[in-house]
């Protein structure tokens, strides 16, 4: 079965830094989409960035990157030029191309400091 | 487009009664998801439906809970009785094809 591991339970970053949120995940498979997901103190789910496992590009949206290294299993979330409204749960998620399920990990929680 | 739908956005409920929780999802997707999240166990997947037909129930964590998606764009989640280690946010989230999910503001429940 597929995990998610997020191994940072909280991250904290200033204003106008940049902070990268690390993910692994564990799958046998091939092909794959890996997503980011904001969770703010509304408790909306919104997505942020998603990644196809097919595609070597690393996604890009506005601000946020992610550094896919599909050998390592591992799908970090860069945010640059960070603001308050940045703050939130951030959770990495998995869907394979054989199911439609997604899995999430255990979620980052993000502090961004004036 | 309004998004997925949830109702209530907060239940408080005694124990031993039924809770219904509805969600109506984005109009055209054919996956509707149900998931709960909590402290201890973070978002777990409950059940989904493709084209309203059940197609995973493992999540479902026993025979108190039941979901139902009589059309496309109806759906319930079920709980009786309820019991307070029942308590958490459940979601409901939508997607077409099953590639971009969206999801509801959920329903925080409570179980005294």
């Known amino acids: 079965a597929q995990t998610v591991t997020q191994s940072q339970p909280e991250m904290s970053v200033q204003e106008a830094e940049t902070v990268t949120l690390s993910c692994t995940y564990d799958?046998?498979?091939?092909?794959?989409?890996l997503f980011w997901y904001k969770q703010p103190p509304s408790r909306q789910m919104i997505l942020v960035i998603r990644?196809?496992?097919?595609?070597?590009q690393n996604a890009t949206e506005n601000r946020f990157s992610v550094n896919f290294q599909k050998a390592a299993k591992s799908f970090s979330l860069k945010i640059s030029d960070s603001q308050l409204g940045d703050a939130a749960m951030y959770f990495c998620?998995?869907?394979?191309?054989?199911?439609?399920?997604?899995?999430f990990g255990t979620g980052t929680r993000l502090q961004v400091f004036p | 487009d309004a998004g997925v739908i949830q109702s209530p956005r907060h239940e408080v409920t005694e124990m031993g009664q039924e809770v219904t929780l509805r969600c109506k999802p984005i109009s055209g997707h054919d996956y509707l998801f149900w998931y709960r999240q909590t402290m201890m166990r973070g978002l777990e997947l409950l059940i989904y439906?493709?084209?309203?037909?059940?197609?995973?129930d493992s999540g479902m964590p026993e025979d108190r809970f039941s979901a139902k998606m009589p059309n496309a764009s109806f759906s319930t989640l079920k709980i009786q009785p309820s019991e307070p280690r029942d308590s958490a946010v459940y979601f409901c989230a939508s997607s077409f094809a099953g590639y971009g999910y969206t999801f509801g503001s959920g329903t925080r429940l409570t179980v005294v």
């Open positions: 990644q196809e496992a097919y595609k070597q």
């Open positions: 799958t046998s498979e091939s092909d794959y989409y």
């Open positions: 439906f493709n084209n309203n037909v059940p197609i995973d």
């Open positions: 998620a998995y869907r394979s191309y054989n199911t439609d399920k997604l899995i």
